[in-house]
């Protein structure tokens, strides 16, 4: 809804920011968005959740994980915490959408080099491969193999890549 649509905003125009005072503005920014996005992934109704996880992609896909002293960058972890939340308590409708969103972070050139990325990256991916493996519903399981498809290096999936592979290669 229009939480993410906001989130939507906010990244398209900090994708242009050169300066430092406006890239920390914008930081803030999204800063405040995520904190309201968690707040809604975790407390309220599936169709909040789900409009809430798909506004964190938002923001994910936007934010610099990797700048040190980055409001978002240092929040990475309770972010990743409310969509992994989503992943396993939601509806089919707000698990896809926090599949959505945690591509976007996968995609997200800094999000590798940010602090906190391999202590929850691999939890993340597995209950995606859990998705893909269990989950009835066409629509989530495709959601959930492109977010297995979407980190940029075998790094990525620290410990769980062997377990990726083998259920992918599985259901081949």
């Known amino acids: 809804g229009a939480l993410s649509f ?23 920014t999204l800063c405040l968005l995520a904190e309201a996005c ?6 309220e109704g599936d169709k909040v959740r789900a409009n809430a996880a798909r506004a964190l992609g938002h923001v994910l896909a936007a934010a610099d994980l990797a700048k040190e002293g980055g409001r978002v960058a240092a929040r990475l972890k309770d972010i990743t ?8 308590t939601g509806n089919a409708k707000t698990q896809w959408n926090a599949c959505l969103a945690l591509k976007q972070v996968f995609q997200n050139a800094s999000a590798e080099k940010a602090q906190s990325f391999k202590e929850w990256s691999p939890a993340a991916l597995r209950m995606c491969l859990m998705l893909v493996r269990d989950a009835r519903h066409f629509k989530l399981r495709a959601h959930a193999a492109a977010t297995l498809a979407a ?4 790094e990525a999936f620290g410990n769980a890549y062997a377990d990726v592979l083998s259920v992918v290669a ?3």
């Open 6 to 28: 906001s989130a939507r905003a906010t990244s398209t125009r900090s994708e242009s920011v050169g300066d430092s005072d406006r890239a920390s503005e914008i930081d803030a």
């Open 38 to 43: 968690v707040e809604a992934a975790t407390e």
């Open 170 to 172: 599985s259901a081949a």
């Open 151 to 154: 980190p940029k290096t075998r």
């Open 81 to 88: 915490q409310a969509l992994m939340s989503c992943l396993a």
